[in-house]
């Protein structure tokens, strides 16, 4: 078969593969805001503290996977407890990339073939 054409085995093979990956769970983050300060003051902070954050109260927060951003939105209450309302979510090869390792990631090609197959209805 040429290059780039794949067997009717393996793509039900893949898509097999693909129901399985779907199913699996992955850390989801909302990040509030990071700062960096003296190990000193760390060391000297006690119950009650309050460590303020070089961000707005209204700000959107960051929504993360596998420590890299996918979108964001703002902070909302659910019942009793929080939630996000999206604003923006990447597109799907971006939010594949992010499922990559994290040291060096998907390819950008590995996520376009892939976020195009979930696209085109293959897998």
Not at 17 to 32: A, E, F, S, Y
């Amino acid at each position: 078969m040429p290059d780039g054409v794949m067997r009717p085995n393996a793509e039900c093979e893949m898509a097999g593969n693909l129901d399985q990956i779907l199913k699996i769970d992955v850390p989801v983050v909302v990040r509030l805001a990071e700062k960096q300060i003296p190990l000193g003051e760390v060391l000297r902070l006690v119950p009650g503290a309050i460590v303020e954050l070089p961000k707005s109260a209204d700000a959107e927060l960051s929504l993360l996977v596998n420590n890299r951003e996918i979108g964001c939105g703002t902070a909302v209450k659910v019942g009793e407890n929080f939630g996000l309302r999206l604003s923006f979510i990447g597109d799907l090869k971006s939010r594949v990339r992010a499922l990559g390792p994290a040291e060096d990631g998907m390819s950008s090609d590995e996520a376009e073939k892939l976020a195009e197959a979930m696209l085109a209805g293959q897998l």
